[in-house]
């Protein structure tokens, strides 16, 4: 997963949890605008998301992000 879209995601999550708390869910489409602006790099969170680890479609956020932060 490029550099750019991990830290995306570890900024969603960090601003979800702290304003909705550690059990607030998200699904992918959170690091998205409502817009198909990049297909490339939502195909890639798509992929990693649903492909590579079979995660619901709602998950914690604070998983998500102990997920992306964890990655070498």
């Given at each position: 997963m490029r550099q750019s879209l991990r830290q995306k995601i570890i900024e969603v999550?960090?601003?979800?949890v702290a304003a909705k708390g550690d059990n607030v869910g998200l699904s992918f489409?959170?690091?998205?605008?409502?817009?198909?602006?990049?297909?490339?790099?939502?195909m890639e969170a798509a992929k990693w998301w649903i492909l590579e680890h079979r995660l619901d479609?709602?998950?914690?956020?604070?998983?998500?992000?102990?997920?992306?932060?964890?990655?070498p």
């Open positions: 999550c960090d601003k979800k489409y959170a690091f998205f605008a409502n817009k198909n602006d990049d297909p490339e790099l939502l479609h709602f998950e914690k956020a604070v998983k998500i992000r102990g997920m992306v932060i964890s990655m």
